[in-house]
């Protein structure tokens, strides 16, 4: 480096004139010594028009590594890998993925909004005589930022921030993101104990693999890109940094993959909550506390997990009487509702509502259901679940993206008929799907269609005797009701009235 070079000679200079100085020092009285300090300091700064910033890679005690160090360490490797000729490897996302940085004692040049800084690594290494076990554990790594002292603003006002909050990102993007899961709050026992379990989440659905019509897939990735960045807009309007969504659509149309695309596509973790292990509301609150940033969390089946539907009613019902009746039996059946507790509806709205704007941010909530009609409404008003999406059986386009995934193949003689059949029959994507996988290796593109094209007849045909066997239970009932008339209309001939009907039967 050209400016390495320089500054090495003039080092050298530097270090004469302090050899020199220590020299006359010894030589000086006090007094004296302190204005030569001064003054040769002031010339220093004359002749240096640098500043230099360090950051040292450990905070205090070396208990905690500086979060400065880390973000500077990753924005160079992103920036600087092309310039610097020593790098240094190493292994990120559990082992999956290798990550250069630039080693130390190298030196790289960096440019922002036309100022130019130089990066330097290096290392302290300890002048202790003592044996280590561990030697590069005592090594204490810096960087050095060094820039013209007219660029001070410009560096320390807006270039530092620059380079923590690219070097963050790099960092959340290069992490192994996780899939957990609550373990069963009976076993939550023990000061240290683990509320959630985690495994590499590694599903590999993207919304391009996504069977589901182009447009509404560019909506809910607007939806999302523009959640992720609006930090300052939801502290702007008072409200928590969250969101929720209600995927719902008949089983295999693709809920659960909805939500791993859309972690991949935020880069965000996944927590799975089982609320049926969940003992109660508390404990609810305390697994969400335990949840980090940048995390979608979800809750599958609502409709099954708990009887969530009306239970808030219920418990109204249930107060108002007994307080009614009395006290005493109040606090009784309070006492056998916590014995035996479980999660309510109250409580997840809690969950969702309540405590979010007082930890933490950036978090989704996806709840997934069959059947949107048997959620309480309160649970999925907006506000709580923003955005309401519906999965349904597959069309012709989400079938076109299946065939692309499965076949490797976008268009085909047999399209249309599919397409025909697709519009007369409900048939869920993961069914198409299983019928476009080929059983056997001799099985093409066209064979595979084929079999899904006997397997949508077969459901249409299937749907069809279904309906003839509704309208025949449907004519049945009619026919059975309209046996009954005639008896009704003897009782107004007769002038009895309904109530002799009903103690003395039905007249023959
Ligand atoms: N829209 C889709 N796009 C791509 N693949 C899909 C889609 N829907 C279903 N599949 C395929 O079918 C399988 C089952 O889908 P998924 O588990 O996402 O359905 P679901 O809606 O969550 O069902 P359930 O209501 O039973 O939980 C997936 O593994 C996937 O391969
Ligand atoms: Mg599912």
């Known amino acids: 480096m050209i400016l390495g070079e320089t500054w090495t000679q003039l080092g050298s200079a530097i270090a004469g004139l302090t050899f020199a100085w220590v020299m006359f020092q010894e030589h000086f009285p006090p007094q004296l010594r302190g204005y030569i300090k001064k003054y040769s300091k002031k010339m220093v700064d004359f002749v240096y028009p640098y500043i230099e910033i360090k950051f ?177 807009y939801y502290a702007k309007i008072g409200k928590a940094w969250k969101r929720g969504y209600l995927l719902y659509g008949p089983p295999g149309t693709g809920k659960s993959t909805m939500i791993a695309a859309m972690a991949n596509f935020l880069d965000y973790d996944v927590y799975d909550v089982e609320l049926t292990t969940v003992k109660d509301n508390s404990q609810l609150r305390k697994l969400l506390i335990e949840t980090s940033n940048k995390s979608i969390i979800v809750i599958e089946d609502i409709d099954c997990s708990l009887d969530l539907t009306g239970q808030r009613q219920k418990k109204k019902e249930n ?81 076109k993206v299946l065939a692309h995934n499965y076949l490797d193949i976008d268009s085909h003689k047999l399209y249309a008929e599919v397409g025909l059949l697709l519009e007369e029959t409900n048939m869920s994507p993961a069914d198409v799907a299983e019928n476009l996988m080929p059983k056997s290796e ?32 449907l004519m049945v009932e009619k026919e059975e009701k309209e046996k009954e008339q005639p008896s009704q209309e003897k009782v107004k001939e007769n002038g009895i009235s309904a109530k002799e009907v009903k103690e003395n039967g039905v007249i023959a």
Request: glycine share 4%; with cysteine.
């Open 56 to 232: 040292d890679e450990f905070k205090g005690e070396r208990l905690k590594r500086s979060e400065a160090f880390s973000a500077i360490q990753n924005y160079l490797s992103a920036n600087s890998t092309k310039s610097a000729k020593r790098l240094k490897a190493d292994v990120v996302k559990d082992s999956q993925a290798l990550v250069l940085s630039m080693d130390d004692h190298e030196e790289v040049t960096d440019e922002f909004n036309g100022v130019k800084v130089w990066w330097a690594s290096s290392k302290n290494i300890p002048k202790t005589q003592s044996f280590s076990f561990y030697p590069a554990a005592d090594e204490k790594r810096y960087y050095r930022l060094t820039f013209h002292k007219n660029d001070r603003e410009i560096v320390t006002g807006s270039y530092l921030k620059h380079v923590l909050n690219e070097g963050k990102e790099i960092q959340a993007k290069n992490r192994q993101r996780k899939l957990y899961s609550n373990n069963p709050s009976k076993s939550w026992d023990g000061y240290k104990s683990t509320k959630w379990s985690h495994v590499p989440f590694e599903h590999p659905a993207t919304f391009d693999t996504l069977a589901m019509e182009e447009y509404k897939k560019e909506e809910i990735k607007k939806d999302l890109i523009k959640f992720s960045k609006s930090k300052d």
């Open 442 to 473: 001799d099985e093409d593109a066209e064979d595979c269609l084929k079999s899904l094209i006997e397997a949508l007849k077969a459901a249409k045909e299937e749907a069809a005797r279904k309906k003839d066997e509704e309208v025949a239970r």
């Open 319 to 399: 107060t108002q009487n007994n307080e009614e009746k009395d006290p005493v039996e109040k606090i009784k059946k309070d006492g056998e509702e916590s014995k035996g507790s479980q999660v309510t509806l109250s409580g997840l709205l809690n969950f969702i509502d309540g405590l979010w704007s007082s930890c933490g941010g950036e978090r989704i909530v996806v709840f997934t259901t069959n059947y949107i009609d048997r959620l309480d409404p309160a649970l999925i008003r907006r506000g709580r679940m923003d955005k309401h999406i519906e999965m349904s059986y597959c069309c012709f386009e989400a079938f």
